[in-house]
């Protein structure tokens, strides 16, 4: 199948995916009904003496079969045990094989450390700078002297490009000052933001498709087993990499710690076709991305245990006790490498790393679950906005110009964001001012407060004091800034650029807490005389912290947006390094799932995998309704009967008509037509590839040649051709269900165990099955059937037609009260039914 027949293809994985409904019209070739095979791992073929390239593994845009693959991974493990006493070579590798799991986390952990510590923040301070009016004073330092890239010299050349930052005016004509300058600037601000924007949009659409995005909800939908060939592969890893940066440096309202996870899986993948235990296993290499998801937040974060639990919470679909081990120790390299380069020069893995002295107070609670309140309702009001933007993009012509919507959104950022100096601010440097409490040597307008002029000593903990003009004009301009985030936020993710969504939800939450933090502290300073202040906060005092308050807005907003819980609170824990803030921070964190939930249970990534159609079967959605298996199961009564293979009663023509006809990808094989009893269960794709190389092999086997799925071959006669055995690629043990289980165990089987289809018989005999896209489509219809479009309370209020129709003419009333739609309509079957009456009546006999 080629692209001009298919428009599906190429498939990109940023936005335009194949959804669900419709796959039917891919043809052949993409159809997602599953199958699988338990005992294809041994032999092959009976008639062969080497296994048969293909077969046992997958096409793209498939599902794995994780029963299968935990098979062949066990006899693959039995046969080497039963080799390694027979020589050293052997044993070695056996050894090989039993540590290769911990070399290829160890390559990982390397390289996700390495290319963040290396290569991201270095680069990123350069471009950032450069769009900055960094670097480029003509007259007094060269460009190569802000150009090195080397690890040795991170600080040397931060230094060096601090000293090089002068203004665009004042590289050009010599003056720094007025509007000439500031329209210089400006204009130069958004130039290098569109050519950063453009250059990054530009590289994804012609090279790597795949690289565009956040990534999370793809690497969600691969590790609960999904195939999509290229997404983690080279041109991927090294295209993301480049326009990460750019994108960041552009000044779009995205962050790049996502990616990050998308770029150290790529690393991840990459490394584990080195070792034939993960290459040649789709479960196993899944373990792997599990631990390399691990590390890359490990990276982005600088929080090695929170990268764990992310694993384990967000996107990990099996998660067993030895791939915990090995995320961990993924993680932990990962972080060491980061902090052995010391990318930021402050000893510390992360840029906004902060750590507060003041205790919090149990009065405190109340401000941080409002915290808690305004993540939640941000989280569902950006899910909504954002999901129904992607759906309005996908389905206009606007989504056919990715590279367009990339410059426009760059335009209106760049030329918005300009002005105010919050929003100028890389988005990271934001919040790490706004996580910073207020020193004696700040010199921010954050913290512009009135100072006591009889202190004389400087001392750490300085007490709270009147705000003064500049901490009013920053609240201000850190309003305009919350308004100018949210808007774009929406807009931004998912357009074809890596984009992120923790660092903008973060800065989001960072601004709210900090405009609430100043609000509670400059309430405690007027009025410690209170009972709720007078208790603890005393006159001269250091009470209230506000960029305690813009942690807890920050992981409250995060948490709002993906309903991350456990591991969120850990991330930010090892942000601050405060064992005293994790009640707070639970707090907020609770809060905002809580309400989240409330208007819907889905976080960003699942609303995402949800849109693009992708076959993810959510472990944390309840099933409770009351339908059986043979209401979901195919055929329905309306379709035509379930295509089968018998046992020894087809021929080689009579099975390839049967895969040309139909669009299947398994077929179940019965004893005969009459009996419809089960004998297994035959992928596509094994049918194929074995036919195919039957032909080639061996001699005899052509069209009329009968196909015998059964032990023995029944007697045929003499002048008969050669008959072709394929029960070794049978699977002799289907998972089946009965035609009354409950679809809540069938939801849960295919969870568990990770199956691809389920056949439903009724005494032994065939019925129908069930595969992963029949279970989807099932729950989206019942989702659909019970979900509100809109919270309970919309629905409860009272409603008033309106005064006038669609025709322009005012309603008709009826006892002084508005006549609705349906009650107008109504009326008018009531006046033609009398009208016919009074006809039939004046013309009877």
Not at 250 to 277: D, Q, R, T, W
Not at 426 to 448: Q, R
Not at 567 to 582: A, D, R
Request: hydrophobic share 40%; charged share 20%; glycine share 8%.
């Amino acid at each position: 199948m080629d692209a001009a027949s298919d428009p599906y293809l190429p498939y990109d994985g940023g936005g335009d995916c194949i959804p669900l409904r419709e796959l039917h019209k891919r043809g052949t070739h993409y159809t997602m009904t599953n199958g699988g095979s338990i005992n294809s791992s041994t032999h092959l073929l009976d008639l062969l003496d080497e296994p048969i390239p293909g077969v046992g593994t997958y096409d793209d845009f498939h599902t794995i079969d994780w029963v299968r693959e935990k098979c062949k991974d066990r006899e693959r493990h039995r046969r080497i045990n039963s080799k390694k006493k027979e020589s050293a070579w052997e044993m070695t590798k056996s050894l090989y094989d039993a540590w290769s799991g911990w070399l290829v986390v160890t390559l990982t952990g390397l390289a996700s450390g390495k290319m963040q510590g290396a290569w991201d923040p270095l680069a990123e301070d350069v471009k950032t700078n450069l769009k900055q009016s960094a670097c480029v004073s003509f007259k007094l330092h060269s460009h190569q002297q802000c150009s090195c890239f080397s690890i040795r010299n991170i600080l040397e050349v931060r230094e060096n490009c601090s000293k090089m930052k002068s203004e665009w005016k004042h590289g050009i004509s010599g003056a720094c000052k007025g509007p000439g300058s500031y329209i210089m600037n400006y204009i130069m601000y958004i130039f290098w933001a569109l050519s950063f924007a453009f250059l990054a949009v530009s590289l994804v659409k012609v090279f790597a498709p795949y690289a565009c995005g956040s990534g999370i909800p793809e690497i969600k939908t691969i590790l609960s087993g999904f195939i999509i060939r290229g997404y983690l592969g080279k041109w991927t890893l090294m295209i993301k990499t480049i326009t990460l940066v750019l994108a960041v440096a552009s000044g779009l309202s995205l962050g790049k710690e996502g990616p990050l996870v998308h770029v150290a899986c790529c690393c991840g993948n990459i490394f584990s076709y080195l070792f034939p235990k993960y290459s040649t296993n789709e479960a196993k290499k899944r373990e792997v991305l599990s631990a390399a998801s691990a590390a890359g937040v490990s990276v982005a974060f600088g929080a090695p245990i929170g990268g764990v639990l992310f694993s384990l919470e967000e996107v990990s679909y099996y998660f067993p006790l030895k791939t915990l081990w090995r995320s961990f120790f993924a993680a932990l390299v990962a972080a060491f490498v980061l902090r052995s380069i010391n990318p930021f020069g402050n000893s510390r893995l992360v840029l906004f790393y902060v750590e507060y002295h003041t205790p919090w107070y149990l009065f405190e609670l109340f401000p941080f679950i409002l915290l808690g309140v305004f993540g939640g309702l941000w989280g569902a009001f950006f899910i909504r906005a954002n999901i129904a933007w992607c759906r309005r993009r996908k389905s206009t012509k606007f989504g056919k110009y990715p590279v367009l919507e990339v410059i426009v959104v760059a335009a209106v950022t760049a030329v918005i964001a300009f002005p105010n100096p919050y929003t100028r601010l890389n988005t990271s440097e934001l919040i790490k001012e706004l996580f910073t409490d207020c020193g004696p040597l700040e010199s921010s307008s954050l913290c512009d407060y009135r100072n006591d002029m009889n202190a004389s000593k400087i001392v750490d903990d300085i007490p709270d004091r009147p705000a003064g003009l500049g901490v009013y004009s920053a609240i201000w301009q850190l309003c305009l800034a919350l308004i100018f985030k949210i808007i774009m936020t929406v807009f931004t993710f998912g357009i074809k650029v890596p984009s992120g969504l923790f660092i903008p939800s973060m800065a989001i939450g960072a601004i709210a807490g900090r405009i609430v933090g100043i609000a509670v502290e400059q309430l405690a300073y007027y009025h410690h005389d209170w009972f709720i202040f007078k208790e603890w906060c005393e006159v001269g005092a250091d009470c209230i912290t506000p960029g305690l308050y813009a942690m807890v807005g920050a992981a409250a907003c995060l948490g709002g947006v993906t309903r991350m819980t456990v591991s969120l609170v850990v991330i930010v824990f090892e942000l601050t390094g405060g064992l005293e803030y994790i009640v707070p921070l639970m707090a907020a964190v609770m809060t905002s799932k809580w309400v989240g939930d409330a208007f819907g249970r889905e976080g960003i990534y699942e609303a995402h995998i949800r849109l693009n159609g992708y076959p993810f079967l959510d472990a944390k959605e309840e099933f409770t309704h009351t339908t059986l298996a043979a209401d979901v199961m195919r055929p329905r009564r309306s379709d035509p009967p379930l295509a089968v293979l018998t046992q020894d009663n087809m021929t080689v023509d009579d099975i390839e008509n049967m895969i040309n006809e139909t669009s299947y990808n398994g077929f179940p094989v019965i004893m005969s037509k009459e009996s419809q009893r089960l004998v297994g269960f035959a992928l596509r794709r094994d049918l194929t590839i074995a036919i195919e190389s039957a032909r080639k092999k061996q001699e005899g086997i052509v069209g009329s040649s009968r196909v015998c799925f059964a032990q023995h071959t029944p007697s045929l006669p003499a002048e008969s051709p050669r008959p072709l055995k394929l029960r070794s690629i049978l699977d002799m043990s289907p998972f089946t269900v009965t035609d009354h289980t409950p679809m809540e165990i069938v939801v849960d089987i295919f969870r568990k165990l990770g199956l691809r289809q389920c056949l439903v018989t009724h005494n032994g005999t065939v019925l129908g099955i069930i595969t992963r896209k029949n279970m989807l489509a099932h729950l989206e219809e019942l989702t659909l059937r019970t979900e509100p479009l809109a919270p309970p309370w919309y629905y409860n209020k009272k409603r008033h037609p309106p005064s006038y129709g669609p025709d322009g003419k005012p309603r008709p009333r009826v006892n002084n009260v508005q006549l609705s739609p349906e009650a107008e309509e109504e009326e008018e079957e009531e006046e033609e039914a009398e009208e016919e009456a009074c006809l039939l009546t004046s013309t009877a006999p």
